[in-house]
């Protein structure tokens, strides 16, 4: 399936969004104070940044493709369904999770770009170019794929001690082994519950996510295919 002249430059002008939003956001978060959340030179040990990276890569081959008005392969529309998911989880977490925690700190210039306008944008443009893509309802289990190696990562840099914000060799409080509830309890304090209660929940989350985007994209093309 083909979209239209304005849906192509429409998704054109998204995918800039997403690529200058990730760079500028990424750039700002680099420079920012050391030791500080997800500022300085540890930055990019953070899903978030990572996510942004990701999603800015596979933004800027399809400003490509879009340009060339050649219409993509399965493989790349399945790849972006996959990192479409993880900054919607970045988004997702940050705003409802992290910022609550944060206060006045979590809305800085970085963060806006990084976890609102890149979400945002990007699943935008997932869902308008979406229908010209042939998925399968199994190609959701690629999406926990990002969000799981993470949670490996952050296991193994808690282990080696490796160091994220204010000295912690945690990235994100529901990753901190150490907290309270550990990694199957409970606790009245933050993080609540334990690390893999948490990576059970976040798993659940984006398979969700994977699924409900996967409903919507094949309604979006039956209602095309109507019109057609």
């Known amino acids: 399936m083909i979209i239209s002249e304005k849906k192509r430059i429409l998704s054109l002008v998204l995918k800039i969004v997403v690529a200058l939003a990730a760079a500028v956001g990424v750039l700002l978060s680099a420079a920012g104070s050391e030791g500080s959340f997800m500022s300085g030179s540890t ?9 942004n990276l990701a999603i800015a890569f596979v933004c800027a081959g399809g400003i490509g493709l879009v340009l060339k008005k050649s219409v993509p392969p399965r493989r790349w529309f399945v790849v972006k369904f996959v990192f479409t998911v993880s900054i919607t989880l970045t988004g997702t ?13 979590a809305w800085k ?9 890149v979400p945002v944008a990007a699943v935008a443009d997932f ?18 794929i990002p969000p799981l190696a993470y949670g490996l ?26 907290s309270p509830a550990g990694a199957f309890g409970f606790s009245k304090e933050l993080p609540y519950i334990g690390v ?20 919507i994209i094949a309604k979006l093309k039956r209602r095309a295919e109507a019109a057609d």
């Not at 930055?43 to 996510?51: E, K, P, R």
């Not at 977490?93 to 700190?105: D, S």
């Not at 963060?111 to 306008?117: F, K, P």
């Open 43 to 51: 930055v990019f040990m953070y899903f978030t940044i990572q996510s």
């Open 93 to 105: 977490v940050f705003c409802f999770i992290l910022a609550p925690t944060m206060g006045e700190l």
């Open 109 to 117: 210039v970085q963060n806006i770009l990084t976890h609102v306008v």
């Open 127 to 144: 869902l308008l170019t979406g229908v010209m893509g042939e998925f399968k309802k199994s190609d959701v289990l690629f999406v926990t």
């Open 153 to 178: 990562y952050a296991g193994i840099a808690y282990v080696a001690g490796w160091k994220f914000a204010f000295g912690a060799n945690y990235p994100y409080f529901f990753l901190n082994w150490g």
């Open 196 to 215: 893999v209660w948490w990576m059970i929940l976040l798993t659940g989350l984006i398979t969700g996510v994977g699924y409900l985007y996967l409903f």
